[in-house]
């Protein structure tokens, strides 16, 4: 096998109440890529498509995680690499981890998958330090393992898989504003209480219950954030109004969709992830902000040959 | 049916990572207790073994919870209660809540079951404000399910029953010292930093997901406790010694049962539990202090009748 085309799914990371360790990949949003092995040594980028985004190897957050796994590898040859962008850089949905991770899970494929799906994250996480100077994990994990992972330790990283439940369904609203990582980082407290520490490591044990269980309800009480939300919600104009329509419409639960600006939310079933889109975008509409909408089932089988 | 025989299992709480929230009660360590149901209005304890307690019903834990019950019972009788003490009371073990949750649990067998679990959790809790001044779950609610429990929220109060691996023991110490509750709780932090947040709902989102896989090393990997046992374990002599021997004799991990000092270790398998406890009594017995030693099995029904 010379080349390979893949499907990189959007993702969700911070998941209200698993700040920092829990992610989840989407079915129907998602970057597409054609990566060739060449013999030519090296890494290029020889198409990018959808976003205006650096197409030097080293500024390229495809072409970072790439080199990462080359460092690791015994082949001669190299990769060529074209990149369908169809998320939005800087939309809060693992833009650059879906473009990182397809990459490496790909040159993988082509290589006679030398490397284990963890050492991949580790490879993939140095497009995160790229995009936003810190290698985190949380959405290149759920992005290459698909449903829920949760990310448990970078010293040593250690990965798990948490199933997702076959009806669940996310909504993620994208209003067209600019939230730029380090800031919404910025404004984050370097303590907390013990006592809102308590609930969230209580709801973050009821939600990973819930998702072995299939108990939609206990997902939804789980899903629930003392300690971020409320002090990054204040950067996304009509999060609050949008949180509470979609719980109106049904939703099981809200919340911002990784450092925001998309705010995320789960139902059960595709009409009522539907019916929370539909009230989501009055929000907007009403604000007069422009958005882009998406209705997805989870991803359970993360990046995947097209 | 007008009596009834009950064990009363003792409980661990404050799983290391699952400070204040993750709690499971063991098979082989427990009270008894004999309710009986009389025409005689009240709550009287007819007879204590084994501890020095009051026997005051307003005093005794048991005759709090069971007041408690019969508020809000339209029974119009009462009940006799016999408790014979296994459990010392102040090891860390909760002895306090297995005599109430007997004795609840055991009520409403007799009145032909009117109350829910949740309920008789809400009763037992009454038992743990007299024991300790905090109405709190996390040894009541695997005493009255059985198995791991997690308390995901007290308003409302939200138990999540968590099922435990076949092949789960847990070795337990008591050193003969005494720590009050209270102590325990004042040298607390109030804060936390955010950073020690994220690991440890990270290793109890792990911990709950080794749980559902019957994953013994995942378990082993997560049992870490990044704010309360650095602390608290201060307050009890041996603790780092008596857990390296246990992490050398194979134990999957090892920290402070409750508010201690009792010190707890879980292993995968009988044997390897039972070396455990070899390690952790050679400890006290070179310091010099007296202790007991309980090698259980995770319990997975909670209170039975005898």
Known sequence: MKNISVFCPATIANISCGFDVLGVALESVGDEMI???VDQKGIRITKLTGQDLP???HMNVAGVAGLALLAESDY???FEIEIHKKIK???GIGSSAASSTGAVWAMNELLGRPFSKLQLVKFAMEGERLASGVAHADNVAPALFGGFTLVRSYHPLDIVAIPSPPQLWATVIHPQIEIRTSDSRKILKTNITLADGIKQWGNLGGLVAGLFTEDYDLIGRSLIDHIVE???SILIPGFDKVKSVSLEAGALGCGISG???SIF???KGEETAKKVAGAMKEVYKKIGIDYDVHVSKVNVDG????
């Open 303 to 306: 990046v995947r040959a097209l």
């Open 230 to 232: 409320p002090i990054r």
């Open 76 to 78: 001669e040859g190299g």
């Open 265 to 267: 939310a789960f139902s």
């Open 89 to 91: 850089a800087g939309s």
């Open 55 to 57: 197409i030097e190897t």
């Open 35 to 37: 990566i060739r092995k």
């Open 259 to 261: 450092s925001g600006p």
